[in-house]
């Protein structure tokens, strides 16, 4: 960041790097644009992992976008699944059950929209859009 802003004039103000729990994150309701999470989903219990996507899906703005990259699960490089296990084996004891979720479903139960799905060697990325609110009074309903 430092680097950037020497070099930007028109650079904005200098991001905050903040610690905390991706179950609980400290911001407010749509405080965000865009939200990122990568690798992270893989080492979550599946309960913190729901926790999470609702979390990031709440704070993301309306028109927003959520971005989540993390292993390959099955189904993504078919001849892989059987070995997608052995990661288990690794100090991973969340993996088994991260390679079965339903990643997608989480996110969607949150009012997000599924937008892409890009398989790159053993990474996955997923972008979900946020819808915008519709406002009482505009659109078609005015």
């Known amino acids: 960041d430092a680097y950037w802003r020497r070099t930007r004039p028109d650079a904005p103000p200098a991001a905050a790097f903040v610690q905390a729990a ?40 309306a028109g927003g976008v959520v971005v989540l990259t993390d292993s390959i699960q099955k189904g993504d ?6 070995r997608l296990g052995n990661f288990a084996r690794l100090n991973e004891p969340h993996y088994e059950d991260y390679v079965a979720c339903e990643l997608s479903g989480l996110f969607e139960q949150c009012g997000l929209q599924p937008e892409r799905k ?25």
């Open 118 to 142: 890009y398989v790159a060697s053993s990474t996955k990325t997923l972008s979900f859009l946020k819808p915008l609110v519709a406002v009482p009074g505009e659109g078609r309903d005015a």
């Open 77 to 82: 490089r078919p001849a892989l699944d059987d």
């Open 22 to 61: 991706a179950e609980a994150l400290p911001f407010a309701d749509g405080a965000f644009d865009a939200v990122l999470c990568v690798y992270l989903f893989h080492e979550m219990p599946a309960e913190a992992r729901a926790q999470a996507a609702a979390e990031m899906a709440r704070v993301c703005a």
